[in-house]
Structures are given as C-alpha cells and as structure tokens.
C-alpha cells in the first residue's frame, strides 16, 4: 500500500507491524462525499462490512476496529436537539 492524498479521498497513513504485538497493518482513510452527496430528510443508516479472505476465495469475517464518523449540514432554526451521551454511557464493557 501506498499513502496518497487528494481533495476528495485519500489513505494518509498505513502502519505496517512492529512485532511487538499481534497488530495487522492499519490504515487510515477518508472520503468526502463532496461531489456526489448522499442525501437524506429524516435519518441516516450506514452499515460497514469488513471481510477477509480464506483459501479457496472463502470470506473470512473480519474483527477489524473501525470507526467512522458523518457530518451533515441542515438549514436552522430547527428543534433543540438530545443531550450526547456522556463518556460513561459510549464504553463498550465486555
């Protein structure tokens, strides 16, 4: 893999293992949706599938940690909205 970056999308950093832990490569990516907006009225789901392969062109699915993040932009005045959840109620407990 190489870095690259443009003004519409880009992969601006992939770390390679240090053999220090059981890590894969990662990545770190961006898109913007800029030119070809996704348009919604009420609400938004995005779904993300992260799959491997096994031998014999097999999907192997993945546990990668990914995280994604959507902006949107909207015309005011609108209704207040909800309190954001504080940092308690966002960890994830096993």
Same mark, same amino acid.
């Given at each position: 893999?190489?870095?690259? #970056?443009?003004? @519409? ?5 992939? !770390?390679?293992? %240090?053999?220090?832990?059981? /890590?894969? $490569?990662? $990545? /770190?990516?961006?898109? *913007? $949706? =800029?030119? %070809?907006?996704?348009? @919604?009225?009420?609400? !938004?789901? =995005?779904?993300? &599938? /992260? +799959?491997? *392969?096994? #031998?014999? /062109?097999?999907? !192997?699915?993945?546990? $990668? %940690?990914? #995280? #994604? =993040?959507?902006? *949107?932009?909207?015309? !005011?005045?609108?209704?207040? @909205?909800?309190? +954001?959840?504080?940092? %308690? &109620? +966002?960890?994830? =407990?096993?």
């Amino acid at each position: 893999y190489t870095t690259y #970056s443009t003004p @519409f999308q880009g992969m601006h950093q992939m !770390l390679k293992p %240090d053999g220090t832990y059981q /890590a894969e $490569h990662r $990545h /770190a990516m961006y898109r *913007w $949706h =800029v030119m %070809d907006p996704i348009r @919604f009225e009420n609400d !938004l789901r =995005v779904t993300i &599938q /992260a +799959l491997g *392969w096994r #031998s014999n /062109a097999r999907y !192997l699915p993945g546990q $990668h %940690d990914i #995280s #994604s =993040v959507a902006y *949107w932009y909207q015309t !005011l005045p609108t209704a207040p @909205f909800p309190e +954001l959840p504080n940092r %308690d &109620q +966002l960890e994830i =407990v096993n």
